[in-house]
């Protein structure tokens, strides 16, 4: 058989995976697929408040893109379970005593008592995505478990579990005093050889090993992270907004740290430059030291986001035109919705990749400038200045 | 209603477990991973580097010891060339003076054959000359037996061998 044959057949078997199990499910349902429409939802959402609790989210109506892509408080494995997740408060309570809350569902959280279920408009209805709200006292911190965050957690086991052993066999010898063995060892040997050498070291330069253990450590998350988040039924953590901050927020603190006398000075008195530019140009500088995480932050979470967004929206497609031109129409939109899905799923892989190395390069860049000594500051200025375009370009 | 809430809501409960969680994921891969593979890897890297260094210690050695070895076998090939040419001319000398002297000593023989031929020849011509004067005097004594005496014979014969031997 050749190639051309094998690659026409995965398609169509792609195609009836997607479909059918999509076309039964929409036509056991009565309401009509809509995204994200807030009015419509609004309605649903009163229709669900009638027999509020009894309700399921799986029992949804709406395919709604927006939703299945942020985090939530149980794990989403419909049309089979969904998984309730334990939820945890800090607490205020009325005689002004702090305390925590620990119940192993939200379920369990209102059935207690204690705690009422808020529906907000807007949600779909059912206990697991209201606002939680004790009945007396008020919450200081949430700190319940999260889907993102169980899906980091996974990834840091995952983590774990390649690495430990890894650098038990460089114990043993193996990668040390002989040539790494096996494809699991060079694979891995690679990557870190990879972010060492090819990312840190050019950026950072004299103190760049010091830095290693972060960056990679990063990478190795962002990567696997963003991988993980292609499988079905798993979640990119790297698509909430709270982790790609923590990992920001990490990346400033070591530029911060790593800052010199010099790099101080270029901010808060850049030399070389007309006074009466000064003025200009400090606030600019100071603002500068803030956007780079920020923009770190947010260009992971967009990245990651808007990809499963886009391929959710395009196997949306196939209800929506269901729903306005009829059956017909709808299973000859799926050919068509399934390829385009396909080009953004091998997109998402690219991206995946891309994604993970920018963060860690331009990490290693802010942290290289801030770390940068007056003598050869011209020379790993430049090299910066050229990385940055280079990085820039390829995000 | 802000259709992106859910994606954009700050959770800081999750910033919180978020930072706990990867603080511990990098002590921990940081002590126990990052820290012996980049050891690892360093320590076979500086391997690596020396084997290279040694091995190119080794090879300019190897050279340096190949150069004496041409060297001293050309050195030794000379020598033989020379001995061998000494030796051939030694030869040819000697070989020339054998000769030479062969020459000579058969230039003597032949020297010597040549008196040793004259002489013969003069005693031989001596005894000829006797044997004829003798015959010579049997025959003029049978022919003037009886007009001459033997005096006066010898005297006659005499006269005419010694214009015969001045000849």
Avoid: C
């Avoid at chain 1, 008195?269 to 500088?285: F, S, T, Y």
């Avoid at chain 2, 706990?20 to 360093?42: C, D, N, Q, R």
């Avoid at chain 2, 300019?60 to 001995?83: L, S, V």
């Amino acid at each position: 058989m050749t190639l051309r044959k094998v690659e026409i057949l995965v398609f169509l078997a792609l195609t009836l995976v997607i479909a059918v199990p999509a076309r039964a499910v929409a036509s056991v349902l009565e309401a009509p697929f809509q995204e994200a429409d807030g009015h419509d939802a609004a309605q649903e959402a009163d229709e669900h408040r009638q027999n509020a609790g009894a309700e399921h989210a799986a029992e949804e109506a709406e395919l709604d893109v927006v939703h299945h892509n942020s985090d939530s408080i149980y794990l989403d494995f419909s049309p089979f379970a969904i998984v309730e997740l334990p939820r945890i408060f800090l607490v205020r309570r009325a005689d002004d005593s702090i305390g925590v809350d620990f119940f192993w569902s939200t379920h369990a959280a209102v059935e207690a008592g204690g705690y009422l279920a808020l529906e907000q408009e807007g949600d779909h209805g059912g206990i697991l995505d209201a606002q939680l709200e004790p009945a007396s006292g008020e919450i200081i911190m949430d700190f319940s478990i999260t889907k993102h965050l169980v899906f980091a957690w996974i990834v840091m086991l995952m983590l774990l579990a390649a690495f430990l052993p890894l650098a038990a066999r460089y114990k043993k010898g193996i990668g040390r005093e002989t040539a790494p063995k096996g494809k699991f060892h060079n694979m891995l040997e690679a990557l870190i050889v990879f972010v060492r050498n090819d990312i840190v070291r050019p950026s950072i330069g004299a103190k760049a090993d010091k830095y290693v253990p972060y960056l990679l450590t990063a990478f190795l998350f962002i990567l696997t992270s963003n991988l993980l988040g292609l499988f079905p039924f798993a979640a990119a953590a790297t698509s909430n907004l709270m982790v790609t901050a923590t990992l920001a927020m990490l990346s400033f603190v070591y530029t911060m740290m790593a800052g010199t006398k010099d790099y101080w000075k270029h901010i808060f008195w850049p030399p070389g430059i007309p006074i009466l530019v000064k003025p200009i140009l400090i606030p600019v500088e100071i603002l500068g030291i803030f956007t780079k995480p920020f923009a770190l932050a947010i260009r992971l979470f967009a990245n990651m986001t808007a990809g499963h967004l886009v391929i959710l929206s395009l196997i949306g497609l196939i209800f929506s035109f269901t729903n306005l031109f009829g059956p017909v129409v709808g299973w000859g939109v799926v050919p068509i919705s399934v390829a385009f899905s396909l080009f953004i799923f091998l997109l998402e892989i690219l991206v995946a990749i891309i994604q993970a190395y920018v963060f860690t390069m331009l990490s290693a860049l802010f942290i290289g400038m801030a770390a940068a000594e007056h003598d050869h500051h011209e020379e790993s200025h430049d090299h910066a200045q050229a990385s940055l375009a280079t990085v820039e370009a390829a995000s | 209603m802000i259709v992106a809430q859910n994606l954009l809501a700050p959770n800081w409960g999750l910033f919180v477990w978020m930072l706990v969680s990867f603080l511990a994921l990098m002590a921990v891969l940081g002590k126990y991973a990052w820290g012996p593979i980049t050891k690892a890897l360093e320590e076979r890297e500086k391997g690596i580097q020396d084997s290279m260094d040694q091995a190119r210690v080794a090879l300019e050695e190897a050279k340096a010891i190949q150069a004496d070895n041409t060297k001293a076998r050309r050195e030794a090939e000379a020598g033989a060339q020379a001995f061998l040419r000494a030796a051939r001319e030694d030869a040819e000398k000697l070989r020339n003076n054998e000769v030479e002297k062969t020459r000579e000593q058969i230039q003597t023989m032949q020297e010597q054959a040549r008196i040793e031929i004259e002489r013969e020849k003069d005693s031989a011509l001596d005894a000829l000359r006797h044997q004829v004067a003798d015959m010579a005097i049997v025959a003029a004594e049978k022919i003037l037996h009886e007009t001459l005496d033997a005096d006066r014979q010898k005297k006659v014969v005499k006269d005419f061998l010694g214009g015969f031997s001045q000849n």
